[in-house]
């Protein structure tokens, strides 16, 4: 099973190479009990149950829980592959509905699979008043806002300006995020096969004194853009669902990361077709 629609990095791993799970729950009653069926399905199949190093993350809920799944276990992208069973609406993390958990387990335990990999945004926070940087990753986007209302920034792309921004802020987001955040801010749409970041303005001024290009710009895994206060420094850096405060910030950086996330595939689930499936219908 090799799902041409998206990149995979290996075919046909063989069944039983899965021997280690976690589970990641909404927290609602419902996604609640799904997970404790697919704990106990799977480990009457001799798997572990193993919230530390787990072969795979099993994520019940909707996309804003594997979300929370890819943050709790972002410490072992590189061996850990994701999959999602969405307990509401279609996902474009979960695929999986309620009803198919059953077959869902039976994959997990027995069924050779693929992994397909998906980019990830790094971003670098440095610090005018200390020589350390905090460095995030994230799955759908990074959103930089100014904690006094208006951004003032100056936006460099490889280190070289490229125009002054006035507005409510800036985001940046990966491909599998661009149809989240980004699409509510008119981004484009785009395949999780072109290693790539995505910058789309958040209402910004434009008038005779500002001007910003206005378009989404996106850009290749080696062109990366900085954020350089220009009087304000104190930013709320949102990386996915998370929230910070950075004070005395120099610069933010973001690029397309290294790391990349792993979904484990047991069947095809074409990128174009889920979003046909979920903003068309
Ligand atoms: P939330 O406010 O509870 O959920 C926001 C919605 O975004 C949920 O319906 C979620 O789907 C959906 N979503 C998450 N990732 C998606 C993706 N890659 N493509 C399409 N839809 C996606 O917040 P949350 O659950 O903690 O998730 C945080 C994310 O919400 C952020 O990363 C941001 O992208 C997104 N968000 C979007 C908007 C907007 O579109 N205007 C505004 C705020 C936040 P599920 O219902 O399946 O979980």
Redesign the pocket.
Known sequence: MNDKDETTVADDIAAGSLKTFAIETRGDSFSNTLQERIKGDLLAYHLTYDETEPDIVISV?????L?QAFHRYSYCLDHTAFVGV?T??L????DWTAEEVKKLVDCIAGESFNIVEYPLLRVTVSYSDKNEQKTYLAL??CTIRSSEGLLVADLMIKGEKFESFRGDGLCFSTP??S??????LAGAIVHPSLASIQLTEIASINNRVFRTLGSPLILPKHHSCQVKPVNEDRFIVTV??LSTLHEKVELIESSVAEEKVRFARFRPFPFWRRVRD?FIG
Request: overall charge negative.
């Open positions: 809920g909707g996309d804003g829980t979300l969405h509401g609406h996902g474009f993390y979960a759908n986007e599998t995020g149809t989240a955040y980004n699409k509510g996915d669902h979920s």
